[in-house]
């Protein structure tokens, strides 16, 4: 009879572990998908900011900066921010944007619509394809 006891313990333990560790590294997936919104959402206020000022979108990657460093008046450093899914931040320009990502570069951003997706592929936790967030 004991024993019967210690293996319902041990088996109650496992699935209550088994059901901990997915909630656990959920944040962390959350973190990764919103530290991705948000430095998209600084490329494209950047953008437009040029977009604003200058009539068209930057054409190179000397024009372009994110959005603090303007707000800073600081000089346009032609940077983009790194990509938290990739770890990189690479930025490369198309004359399209393609169907889905391609290449290795972090960032595409297609200068005649001034539109800038992650290169990422696969999905994010909420199950929208990174490439299209």
Known sequence: MLRVEVL????????????AVPVARTPSSRHTTDDLRE?????????????????????SL?????????AR?????????????????TLRFVDRMPERPEGREAWLYAPH???????????APDGMPWFRL
């Not at 000397?62 to 303007?70: D, I, K, Q, S, T």
């Open 73 to 89: 008046d600081a000089p346009r450093c032609g940077a983009a921010p790194v990509n938290p899914v990739t770890g990189t931040d």
């Open 8 to 19: 319902l313990v041990v088996a109650i333990f496992v699935m209550l572990t088994s059901v």
């Open 39 to 59: 430095r998209l959402a600084q490329l494209r206020c950047a953008i437009n900011d040029f977009h604003a000022d200058h009539g068209r979108f930057p054409a």
């Open 113 to 123: 619509t001034g539109e800038v997706r992650a290169n990422v592929p696969g999905l």
């Open 62 to 70: 000397e024009e372009f900066a994110p959005r603090e460093e303007a």
